[in-house]
Nanobody, 124 residues
Framework: QLQLVESGGGLVQPGGSLTLSCAAS????????IGWFRQAPGKEREGVSC????????NYEDSVKGRFTISRDNAKNTVYLQMNSLKPEDTAVYYC?????????????????WGRGTQVTVSS
């Protein structure tokens, strides 16, 4: 069983930056693709970014391209989401998720394990 714990969320002004972390435990994380998702109030959960086991392939949702960067440190069993130039529309609960197949996907239904989420609020 794999456990995922997100951290790093908070309140930030527009244009600011945050780095989210997703720490994995319970199983070797480098066997999993990790995805970041977000869900704003009244909206469906959407895929933000994902990274393959070796970190060689990354995907981004169009609205975050050029602003967000996903990376992973398998020695620390942690995946990061660096978020720059934050906008109010980035406000949401951010979740990390893991799947065993080494194929990035923005569909939440294909992920097997989920963290509980961390709140990101972008507001002046």
């Amino acid at each position: 069983q794999l456990q995922l714990v997100e951290s790093g969320g908070g309140l930030v002004q527009p244009g600011g930056s945050l780095t989210l972390s997703c720490a994995a435990s319970g199983f070797t994380s480098d066997y999993y693709v990790i995805g970041w998702f977000r869900q704003a109030p009244g909206k469906e959960r959407e895929g933000v970014s994902c990274i393959t086991r070796g970190g060689d392939i990354t995907n981004y949702e169009d609205s975050v391209k050029g602003r967000f960067t996903i990376s992973r440190d398998n020695a620390k069993n942690t995946v990061y989401l660096q978020m720059n130039s934050l906008k109010p529309e980035d406000t949401a609960v951010y979740y990390c998720a893991a799947r065993a197949r080494n194929y990035c996907s923005g569909y939440s239904s294909v992920y097997d394990y989920w963290g509980r989420g961390t709140q990101v609020t972008v507001s002046s």
